[in-house]
């Protein structure tokens, strides 16, 4: 977050990043506005045209310590132990996902790919940021399990459905910190029962 706190006290972050949505984020980027941003696997199918073919995938950035992190988010298919053939339910979803190449084999999938076999396809291959994506982004990154684990855990819905991320994210784009306030706002407003409508995006770095 210092990072980020620099480069805001800077001036290159835009100031109104603090309110951007989906649409105002593909759109900086259609228009070339953005030089820098966090975003995800899908930003180049999402923003299209000349620019996709434009964007470069970094290599994650090294804490203060030494170390690497992300946060990701799988899309899951349930299978319910209920069902009338565990066994079916097993060989239909291996199914499934296998029939699903063509989305990353012919370049119309969003995203990365369910199958480490996909990922090894010359035409996943092909693509240079994808494949930057699986070895380096993919290995470091974490779901919102609690510290250690790999499990959700009981406040993930304080944390990601409620306004305390987007107020941390909205006071450290704005560059209204001091100390602490960044955390002691996080936890005031994790315990109001309430609904974010609006996405909060890390920082993005304007062109100069």
């Known amino acids: 977050m210092e990072f980020v706190l620099e480069m805001v006290a800077k001036g290159y972050v835009d100031p109104g990043s603090v309110t951007y949505t989906s649409d105002n984020v593909q759109t900086q980027w259609k228009d070339r506005r953005f030089a820098m941003g966090w975003d995800g696997a899908g930003l180049a199918a999402n923003v299209g045209g000349d620019v996709a073919a434009e964007l470069a995938v970094n290599s994650p950035l090294v804490g203060p310590h030494g170390d690497f992190g992300a946060l990701y988010f799988p899309n899951n298919i349930m299978m ?60 470091i990154s974490r779901t919102w399990g609690a510290p250690g684990s790999d499990a959700l855990f009981l406040g993930v819905t304080d944390v990601d459905g409620t306004p305390a991320m987007g107020t941390f994210t909205q006071t450290i784009l704005s560059g209204a910190t001091g100390g602490d306030a960044p955390a002691r706002s996080c936890a005031r407003t994790s315990t109001r029962p309430r609904w974010r409508s609006t996405t909060a995006w890390p920082a993005r770095v304007r062109r100069g």
Do not use: C
């Open 80 to 139: 319910y132990t209920n069902t009338p053939s565990q066994e079916g339910s097993e060989a239909f979803l291996t199914y499934y996902y296998q029939n699903m190449a063509p989305l990353w084999t012919e370049h119309t999938g969003i995203g990365l790919p369910p199958l480490r076999s996909i990922a090894d396809t010359p035409e996943f291959q092909s693509d240079v940021n994808a494949v930057k994506i699986i070895e380096e982004w993919q290995p």
